[in-house]
């Protein structure tokens, strides 16, 4: 059973920095994409930023140049570093990945996390 298990989410000021981490265990083959999405209060879930395996990064306008994801490969463990946060930034984050596992037959399947919560204090 493959699970993806989010940790380091909290409380933090504005302008203040906080790291996320995301990481994958089970029966895995490889993993392809790796993304971080997130909810807000009555909103609906939104995508923050996208690596793949070779490392390709994108995000969303609302968070470039504050963001960074970036991925441990061998740890299987997908990360987020968030800079210069906002009150808006405040939402669940989740993340979510393409994981081929040694029971599915080649294919590839899209795991999500549990969520942590992020709030942002002005």
């Known amino acids: 059973q493959v699970q993806l298990v989010e940790s380091g989410g909290g409380l933090e000021q504005a302008g203040g920095s906080l790291r996320l981490s995301c990481a994958a265990s089970g029966r895995i083959f490889s993993i392809n994409r790796m993304r971080w999405y997130r909810q807000a209060p009555g909103k609906q879930r939104d995508l923050v930023a996208v690596?793949?395996?070779?490392?390709?990064?994108n995000y969303a306008d609302s968070v470039k140049g504050r963001f960074t994801i970036s991925r441990d490969n061998a740890k299987h463990t997908v990360y987020l570093l968030m800079n210069s946060l906002k009150p808006k930034d405040t939402a669940v984050y989740y993340c979510?990945?393409?994981?081929?596992?040694?029971?599915?037959?080649?294919?590839?399947?899209?795991?999500w996390g549990q969520g942590t919560q992020i709030t942002v204090s002005s």
């Open positions: 979510n990945a393409d994981i081929t596992s040694y029971t599915s037959s080649g294919y590839y399947m899209t795991y």
């Open positions: 690596i793949t395996s070779g490392g390709s990064t």
